[in-house]
């Protein structure tokens, strides 16, 4: 059986799956989050230590504004109302991307990893204006800037996923196999599941179908 520490999700699917059932992209944003709390239960369970999210990349600032504004207010309201829960629940949090979003919600982000800061039980790291290029160019500025050579622990280091394992496991859902510029260098070695289900409909025995599957492959990391 293998270990398994890190799972990373492309949560995909929101807006098809909104059109399909309530004729409105923004329907099936908020019926995602009802998955994210599932999945977040469900990984506290397995004993998973890491939960890597993606939930907005740097290339979805090409979407309407209305849309934009409405996947922040939502993840507004959620921290506002879920912080203390996570926070009892001994969940850590921690934003990856580049935190410029509107003041309020860049402090709402920071008191909430601050809070959180010191729990010990799940990590999840949300990725938000995250880019995969991005975070690779800034490690190696930084690389230079510090007069540090490189070498992949030095990458490993300035990386913003530091302290996290890469994954073992990347699930995508909403039947699209591509990557979108989600960890092009932590995803090395991960075992990929491309999902036909869209997001909201995605359930804790998808998940358990996913996680049990990952167990039994034979990973390899070159050897025979
Ligand atoms: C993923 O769902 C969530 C975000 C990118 C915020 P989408 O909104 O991409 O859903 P589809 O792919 O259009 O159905
Ligand atoms: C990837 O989904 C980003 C997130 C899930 C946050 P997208 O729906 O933005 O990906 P593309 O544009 O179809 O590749
Ligand atoms: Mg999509």
Request: glycine share 4%; net charge positive.
């Amino acid at each position: 059986m293998n270990p398994l520490s890190h799972v990373a999700i492309i949560m995909d699917g929101n807006g098809r799956w909104g059109l399909k059932n309530k004729n409105s992209r923004n329907a099936g944003h908020r019926a995602g989050l009802d998955t994210v709390e599932k999945i977040i239960k469900e990984t506290i369970k397995h004993r998973i230590k890491f939960l890597t999210l993606y939930a907005f990349s740097t290339e979805n600032w090409r979407r309407p504004k209305k849309e934009i504004n409405y996947l922040f207010k939502l993840l507004e309201t959620f921290l506002i109302n879920k912080i203390e829960e996570l926070n009892n629940q001994n969940i850590k949090l921690k934003i990856i991307g580049v935190k410029n979003f509107s003041k309020k919600l860049n402090n709402i982000l920071n008191q909430s990893e601050k809070k959180t800061s010191k729990n010990t039980k799940l990590q999840i790291n949300l990725a938000l204006n995250y880019g995969s290029k991005f975070e690779l160019i800034n490690a190696f500025k930084n690389i230079k800037k510090d007069k540090k050579k490189i070498s992949e622990k030095n990458i490993n280091r300035y990386l913003q996923t530091y302290k996290t394992p890469d994954p073992d496991l990347l699930i995508r859902t909403g039947n699209t196999k591509r990557l979108s510029n989600f960890l092009l260098w932590q995803l090395a070695y991960s075992e990929i599941f491309f999902e036909k289900k869209f997001w909201p409909d995605f359930n804790q025995k998808d998940y358990n179908r996913i996680l049990n599957k990952y167990r039994n492959i034979k990973r390899n990391f070159g050897k025979i």
